[in-house]
């Protein structure tokens, strides 16, 4: 399964709200698709699991939706810690591979 | 709270060995519900799951297609901890390496260890 991520960069204003989408190239089964952060010299941090599961910890300005092939990371009133590099992940076969990344800048 | 400690050399030499340990800490490398990864992060950012160890009555093991004939994740239930061998890696084997915990049985990643930076030289 490919991941297609978009945009490839997305510029907002702390506040705005964003909207990261994921597709794959077929359908993921069980709706099993992650999302994560990743911050500059920082290892990913898991936010979504189950395409809407909020991971332990994440502010529920996070949230995830989307089934089958299309996917979405939402996050309302963006706050400057919330500008990094956003992933998802398909573990619905054992094959597992992520999307190539959308930046969040300011 | 989980743990993942890597260690291993920065630096490898073409056609020789890639190792990488990542020890555990608040969990078993025996758990039945986990699963221990190794991906890794090319320079331009792209992520690739390697592989996985885990045990399920068994240890198990499965590999991404790209790396399947050169790699090997064993698990050392002694240390409580996994390693990484590549072999004949090449200069395109240059990248971030982190271990990480998969949940499930299809594994989303839940806890990652620091990273280890990975050069090989020709």
């Known amino acids: 399964i490919v991941l297609t991520q978009s945009p490839g960069t997305l510029s907002l204003s702390p506040g705005a709200r964003a909207t990261l989408s994921c597709r794959a190239s077929?359908?993921?089964?069980?709706?099993?698709l992650a999302w994560y952060q990743q911050k500059p010299g920082r290892a990913p941090r898991l936010l979504i699991y189950?395409?809407?599961t909020r991971a332990t910890g994440i502010p529920d300005r996070f949230s995830g939706s989307g089934s089958g092939t299309d996917f979405t990371l939402t996050i309302r009133r963006l706050e400057p810690e919330d500008f990094a590099i956003y992933y998802c992940?398909?573990?619905?076969?054992?094959?597992?591979?992520f999307g190539q990344g959308t930046k969040l800048e300011i | 709270q989980v743990q993942l400690q890597q260690s291993g050399p920065g630096l490898v030499k073409a056609s020789q060995i890639l190792s990488l340990t990542c020890v555990i800490s608040g969990d078993s490398v025996s758990s039945n519900s986990a699963g221990w990864n190794w991906i890794r992060q090319s320079p331009s950012g792209g992520l690739e799951w390697l592989g996985r160890t885990y045990y399920r009555s068994k240890w198990e093991n499965d590999y991404a297609v790209s790396v399947k004939s050169r790699i090997i994740i064993n698990p050392d239930t002694s240390k409580n901890q996994f390693s990484l061998q590549l072999n004949s890696v090449t200069p395109e084997d240059t990248a971030l390496y982190f271990c990480?915990?998969?949940?499930?049985?299809?594994?989303?990643?839940?806890?990652w260890g620091q990273g280890t930076l990975v050069t090989v030289s020709s």
């Open positions: 992940q398909q573990y619905g076969s054992s094959r597992y591979n």
């Open positions: 077929q359908s993921v089964s069980s709706n099993y």
């Open positions: 189950g395409a809407s």
């Open positions: 990480a915990r998969g949940r499930g049985g299809l594994h989303y990643f839940d806890y």
